[in-house]
């Protein structure tokens, strides 16, 4: 409960029917815009994966996945995935896509160690999307390039939305600012990572943070990555490491700094080892992922995560997680969000 986040004097712009329509307008129109600007094809993606593989996305390393035995595989444990960050370099590679071209999918997971408040959720729903790129396009350039792109479906679906409900106005700048991590760190020395993302997200309105999960000049992280699919240790070649980042907004509904989507350029052999190596996981290398990719087995691949609900939420001005998607809640958050007008479905 010391989570929740009530703004002063909430009332939601829709009703509850209103606001489920707008969901599939926003969910349908975003989709196409992605899909179209980064040649993406829509793929089937699986709810759980086998245990012990690697596949699964660990996270911090420390959230447990929901594991469960079945039957007719002699009691073999599967696990409800947290994302699809490593599997879906798999598929790009089983389709022997060329670079250029990729796959975006409806990814669905539970993630039962979440803290849970406005913004996060048991649920989690995304579009994982993955990218076949050139070696030579490992670069924090081209990152930058396709963070634009994405950016621009977001600007899209402002206004589309905004053209059918005018009562929720555009909020998003005409271009996104790119800011690297440890500058922030060197700007704001005394503030948490959180703080320094509130400051950058308020004065600049849509940021992507570059450089996440890499060691900082004073020997922090910004944020937790898991070593083996993002690309945080390789030099940029402007005095900054990392090929990766989130793209953050301003939420002036509650006040603070949004993480809208995940992303990045995937580890290649020697940066998977240096990773692996950093955060003393060497052992992972004997795991069926990791093994491919240290056997050159695995295309080279750009991609990251677009939280579904949350885009709902932003786009729509409202005020928890739980007023875009149906997931379970603590009592007494439910009846504070009941006497505070926020409509949880």
Not at 178 to 188: G, I
Request: net charge negative; with cysteine; hydrophobic share 35%.
């Amino acid at each position: 409960m010391s989570q929740l986040y009530i703004p002063g004097g909430y009332k939601p712009l829709l009703g509850e029917k209103e606001t489920e329509g707008a969901i599939v307008l926003i969910k349908d129109f975003f989709q196409l815009a992605l899909s179209t600007e980064l040649n993406l094809t829509r793929v089937t993606a699986p709810l759980f994966v086998k245990s012990g593989m690697g596949i699964n996305d660990d996270l911090n390393g420390v959230e447990r996945p929901v594991r469960f035995p079945v039957k007719d595989m002699n009691e073999s444990q599967l696990e409800i995935v947290h994302s699809l960050a490593k599997w879906k370099r798999l598929k790009v590679t089983e389709m022997a896509l060329k670079p250029g071209f990729g796959i975006y999918t409806d990814m669905n997971a539970i993630r039962a160690d979440e803290d849970l408040d406005n913004l996060h959720s048991l649920y989690v729903d995304q579009w994982d999307w993955e990218l076949c790129i050139d070696e030579k396009d490992r670069t924090v350039m081209y990152l930058k390039t396709i963070v634009e792109k994405v950016y621009r479906c977001l600007k899209r679906t402002e206004f589309y939305i905004y053209d059918r409900y005018s009562q929720i106005k555009p909020e998003l700048p005409e271009n996104i600012t790119f800011l690297y991590a440890d500058d922030l760190q060197r700007e704001f020395p005394n503030k948490t990572p959180k703080e320094r993302e509130y400051e950058a997200c308020k004065k600049y309105g849509a940021v992507f943070i570059i450089g996440i999960g890499g060691k900082l000049p004073d020997g922090s992280i910004h944020d937790g990555r898991a070593p083996d699919y993002d690309d945080w240790i390789t030099e940029t070649g402007d005095g900054h490491r990392g090929l990766n980042g989130d793209i953050m907004v301003w939420n002036s509904v509650l006040n603070n700094a949004m993480e809208l989507s995940s992303m990045g350029i995937r580890v290649n052999k020697e940066s998977l080892k240096l990773q692996l190596q950093e955060r003393n996981l060497e052992e992972r290398e004997k795991l069926t992922f990791h093994s491919m990719l240290l056997n050159g087995k695995l295309s080279q691949t750009l991609g990251g995560g677009i939280g579904q609900s949350r885009l709902c939420m932003y786009f729509l001005r409202k005020a928890h997680i739980g007023e875009t998607q149906v997931s379970t809640w603590p009592d007494e958050m439910l009846i504070e969000c009941r006497k505070n007008n926020i409509a949880i479905l």
